[in-house]
Protein backbone atom coordinates (compact mmCIF):
# COMPACT_ATOMS: atom_id res chain seq x y z
CA UNK A 1 0.00 0.00 0.00
CA UNK A 2 1.49 3.08 -0.93
CA UNK A 3 1.08 5.88 1.31
CA UNK A 4 2.91 9.37 1.16
CA UNK A 5 3.11 11.61 4.28
CA UNK A 6 3.55 15.41 4.16
CA UNK A 7 5.04 17.16 7.17
CA UNK A 8 7.05 20.47 7.56
CA UNK A 9 4.22 23.14 7.26
CA UNK A 10 3.05 25.78 9.56
CA UNK A 11 2.65 30.00 9.99
CA UNK A 12 5.28 32.38 8.83
CA UNK A 13 5.96 35.37 8.50
CA UNK A 14 6.50 37.22 4.96
CA UNK A 15 10.12 36.69 3.85
CA UNK A 16 10.74 33.81 5.68
CA UNK A 17 11.67 30.10 5.08
CA UNK A 18 9.95 26.30 5.37
CA UNK A 19 11.02 23.09 4.58
CA UNK A 20 8.46 20.67 3.47
CA UNK A 21 8.58 17.05 3.64
CA UNK A 22 7.00 13.96 2.41
CA UNK A 23 7.96 10.65 3.47
CA UNK A 24 7.34 7.38 1.68
CA UNK A 25 6.23 3.43 2.33
CA UNK A 26 5.13 1.30 -0.20
CA UNK A 27 7.23 2.68 -3.38
CA UNK A 28 10.57 3.36 -3.77
CA UNK A 29 10.99 6.99 -4.76
CA UNK A 30 14.04 6.45 -6.86
CA UNK A 31 12.09 4.84 -9.51
CA UNK A 32 9.43 7.68 -9.91
CA UNK A 33 8.81 11.56 -10.87
CA UNK A 34 7.86 13.76 -7.63
CA UNK A 35 5.70 16.75 -7.70
CA UNK A 36 4.04 19.13 -5.04
CA UNK A 37 1.11 21.00 -5.65
CA UNK A 38 -0.39 23.47 -4.00
CA UNK A 39 -4.06 24.53 -3.82
CA UNK A 40 -5.38 27.98 -1.97
CA UNK A 41 -8.93 28.11 -0.56
CA UNK A 42 -11.34 29.02 -3.51
CA UNK A 43 -8.88 27.90 -6.00
CA UNK A 44 -8.02 25.43 -8.36
CA UNK A 45 -4.77 23.16 -7.54
CA UNK A 46 -1.70 24.24 -8.90
CA UNK A 47 1.94 22.65 -9.91
CA UNK A 48 4.63 24.26 -7.71
CA UNK A 49 7.85 21.85 -8.69
CA UNK A 50 8.40 18.02 -10.03
CA UNK A 51 11.40 16.27 -9.94
CA UNK A 52 12.07 12.56 -11.84
CA UNK A 53 13.45 10.03 -10.91
CA UNK A 54 16.87 11.34 -11.96
CA UNK A 55 16.86 14.34 -9.86
CA UNK A 56 17.98 15.83 -12.70
CA UNK A 57 16.58 19.16 -14.41
CA UNK A 58 13.79 20.02 -11.48
CA UNK A 59 10.95 22.25 -13.23
CA UNK A 60 9.51 24.62 -11.09
CA UNK A 61 6.38 27.29 -11.56
CA UNK A 62 7.42 30.35 -12.95
CA UNK A 63 5.77 31.42 -9.46
CA UNK A 64 7.95 29.63 -7.28
CA UNK A 65 11.19 29.61 -9.39
CA UNK A 66 14.30 31.09 -7.35
CA UNK A 67 12.40 31.04 -4.48
CA UNK A 68 11.73 26.92 -4.07
CA UNK A 69 14.04 23.93 -4.53
CA UNK A 70 12.79 20.47 -4.79
CA UNK A 71 15.40 17.37 -3.55
CA UNK A 72 15.00 14.02 -2.40
CA UNK A 73 16.99 11.91 -0.52
CA UNK A 74 16.71 8.19 -1.50
CA UNK A 75 18.23 6.49 1.46
CA UNK A 76 15.31 8.66 3.98
CA UNK A 77 12.77 7.35 0.58
CA UNK A 78 12.15 11.44 1.36
CA UNK A 79 11.22 14.22 -1.26
CA UNK A 80 11.38 17.73 0.04
CA UNK A 81 10.51 21.22 -0.72
CA UNK A 82 12.47 24.12 0.64
CA UNK A 83 10.76 27.34 0.16
CA UNK A 84 12.58 30.48 0.87
CA UNK A 85 11.43 34.54 0.34
CA UNK A 86 8.00 33.20 1.09
CA UNK A 87 4.69 35.38 0.62
CA UNK A 88 1.37 35.91 1.56
CA UNK A 89 0.41 34.67 -1.76
CA UNK A 90 2.38 31.19 -0.96
CA UNK A 91 -0.27 30.64 1.68
CA UNK A 92 -2.06 27.11 0.57
CA UNK A 93 -2.49 23.85 1.35
CA UNK A 94 0.71 21.59 -0.19
CA UNK A 95 0.55 18.52 -1.38
CA UNK A 96 3.71 15.88 -2.47
CA UNK A 97 2.22 13.47 -5.50
CA UNK A 98 3.47 10.89 -7.24
CA UNK A 99 4.10 10.01 -11.08
CA UNK A 100 4.72 6.34 -12.08
CA UNK A 101 4.64 6.64 -15.56
CA UNK A 102 8.79 7.84 -17.18
CA UNK A 103 8.35 10.24 -19.28
CA UNK A 104 10.83 12.34 -21.24
CA UNK A 105 9.82 15.52 -18.49
CA UNK A 106 8.14 15.36 -16.04
CA UNK A 107 4.73 16.33 -16.43
CA UNK A 108 3.07 19.13 -14.60
CA UNK A 109 -0.83 17.84 -14.90
CA UNK A 110 -2.36 17.31 -11.60
CA UNK A 111 -4.19 14.15 -13.53
CA UNK A 112 -1.22 12.57 -14.43
CA UNK A 113 0.29 11.97 -10.77
CA UNK A 114 -1.43 8.59 -9.27
CA UNK A 115 -0.57 9.00 -5.79
CA UNK A 116 -1.23 12.14 -3.53
CA UNK A 117 -0.43 12.35 0.26
CA UNK A 118 -2.88 14.18 2.77
CA UNK A 119 -1.25 17.93 2.45
CA UNK A 120 0.47 20.26 4.97
CA UNK A 121 -1.06 23.94 5.37
CA UNK A 122 1.33 26.40 4.72
CA UNK A 123 0.28 29.96 5.61
CA UNK A 124 2.50 33.31 5.56
CA UNK A 125 1.66 35.96 7.00
CA UNK A 126 1.95 39.69 6.03
Known amino acids: QVQLVESGGGLVQAGGSLRLSCAAS????????MGWFRQAPGKEREFVAA????????DYADSVKGRFTISKDNAKNTVYLQMNSLKPEDTALYYC???????????????????WGQGTQVTVSS
Open 51 to 58: LKWSASNP
Open 97 to 115: AVDRTNRMVATRSASQYEW
Open 26 to 33: GLTLSSYT
